[in-house]
């Protein structure tokens, strides 16, 4: 079908631009059912008017291969405003075509299988010395700490730095992450200002952290160090105006999304007794004692069903923009040339035509004998899918596992009465009160005093 056959004959998506400017953006940020209303009344596909622009939702695991295997084609990457000034002009993720495949593989030995099995040590340590800690504590607002633990991994590991000795670059990423989608209104007091001036200071930060490594080349194989050595075809090395973009990103991505993952796994765990027992069941049957591996994390077969369901019932990453480059259509609807196309990822998950009784916590649709999400490609996408991929995805899964074979074997928890676990959905989902719990290690476990070392 040509394009101006495309334009003449098609309709546009059902669904309503909202009021003058602003459209459908507040509703959007602040209603965590603004897209199952929609979806209940239009269908799934509508447009809506969200950040400035008009956007078309398509939702379901059609919707998601046609957007995502058509990159550079029909769409390319495209994010809010507030977004793409807050990640930063070199950010991989605002990246696109030859640009973005070259600094993607260069980011993704970071990934690399190697690369996962020099990090379980360290991650073991700091995953123990934070679940000591919470120990002694016994009751807890955990989602606060969890977010403190992701960020320590990810700057040990991603960057080699300490972030547990500077609690204040702690603080000031966590302001930062709270202005990344939001109306870009940059005022002092606004979020967006406030992000904007912590962006400043992190970046500053960075910058000191890049300097001190190129005087003093170091040993470690972190991101950071792979970034530093990096060279392209020419041997440029990147600059460091690149390189505090690239490492800003690296740690958003190894901590933002991997703490909502690591809630909602204790949150889902705690109110499915019945499946946190048959994961501890399979830690002692396992019986690795210490000094686990990747080759121990790839027998745990249930705990691996376990994070998948968690991943697919409260998906950190709500979906993805991007721009039309050029008019297509899609189940019979015009997508215009210039509007952003928005993929849906909770909506996909719980696709009652893909997934049995959807609703329901249930680790076991992933057994092969079931594998409900094989049935289609690009059902169960929480890290996307298609050349924009989540990069991190091995380290993310790596680092869940990890941390909840350790929580599982040695620890239980109960959530404390009278809170608020209705999620707030933006940056990432996270319960509104912060998920308090009581803690204890569980009986007949003694605390483990050696290291992974």
């Known amino acids: 079908m040509t394009t101006t056959h495309v334009k003449r004959s098609l309709p546009l ?11 459908e953006t507040i509703g959007f940020l602040r209603d965590p059912n603004f897209v199952d209303k929609r979806y209940k009344r239009y269908g799934s596909i509508f447009k809506t008017h969200v950040f400035g622009r008009p956007t078309v939702y398509m939702l379901g695991a059609e919707a998601n291969r046609f957007l995502l295997t058509n990159e550079n084609q029909n769409f390319s990457i495209s994010w809010p405003y507030s977004t793409k000034v807050l990640l930063g002009p070199a950010s991989l993720s605002v990246q696109t075509g030859d640009v973005h495949q070259k600094r993607r593989k260069l980011l993704s030995q970071a990934f690399q299988p190697r690369a996962l099995a020099g990090y379980v040590s360290s991650m073991a340590d700091i995953t123990r010395s934070y679940l000591h800690k919470w120990e002694r504590l016994e009751t807890l607002k955990w989602y606060p700490e969890l977010r403190k633990y992701t960020f320590d991994v990810a700057c040990k590991l991603l960057v080699g730095t300490d972030a547990a000795a500077d609690s204040h670059f702690a603080e000031l990423f966590e302001e930062w992450c709270e202005g990344l989608f939001t109306i870009p ?54 600059s ?30 705690a109110q499915h007794p019945e499946v946190l027992a048959n994961a501890r069941a399979e830690q002692q049957q396992l019986g690795f004692e210490e000094l686990l591996t990747l080759e121990h994390l790839k027998q745990m ?21 991007r721009e039309v480059l050029k ?24 696709d009652s ?17 079931r594998s409900e999400d094989k049935a289609k490609p690009f059902s169960h996408i929480p890290f996307g899918g298609g ?5 991190g995805k091995e380290f993310a899964k790596l680092e869940m596992k990890l941390f909840a074979a350790l929580l599982i074997r040695e620890y239980e928890w109960e959530l404390l009465p009278e809170q608020n676990l209705d999620m707030i959905m933006i940056p ?26």
């Open 13 to 23: 998506p059902p669904g309503s631009f909202g009021l003058p400017l602003i459209g």
């Open 185 to 238: 209104v940059p005022l002092p007091w606004t979020k967006f200002g406030r992000a904007l001036r912590c962006r400043q200071q992190l970046l500053k930060r960075i910058e000191e952290i890049v300097l001190k490594r190129q005087q003093q080349p170091s040993s470690s194989q972190d991101a950071l160090e792979l970034l530093l050595q990096a060279r392209d075809e020419d041997g440029n090395s990147l």
């Open 240 to 269: 460091v105006q690149e390189l505090k973009d690239q490492v800003l990103l690296l740690l958003f991505a190894g901590h933002e999304t991997l703490t909502s993952a690591l809630a909602s796994l204790c949150l889902l765990l």
């Open 301 to 321: 077969t249930y705990l691996e069903q376990v994070l998948k369901e968690v991943l697919r019932v409260i998906p950190p990453v709500g979906g993805g923009f």
């Open 327 to 350: 008019p297509c259509e899609f189940n019979g609807y015009l997508i215009p040339q210039g509007w952003s196309a928005l993929y849906q990822v909770g909506r996909t998950h719980k």
């Open 353 to 369: 035509s893909v997934y049995t009784e959807p609703e329901r916590f249930d680790p076991q649709r992933f057994i092969p004998e």
């Open 387 to 391: 050349v924009r991929e989540c990069l």
């Open 428 to 453: 990432t989902p996270h319960p509104r009160d912060g998920l308090r719990v009581k803690l204890s290690r569980t009986a007949g476990t003694t605390v483990s005093t050696n290291s992974q070392k």
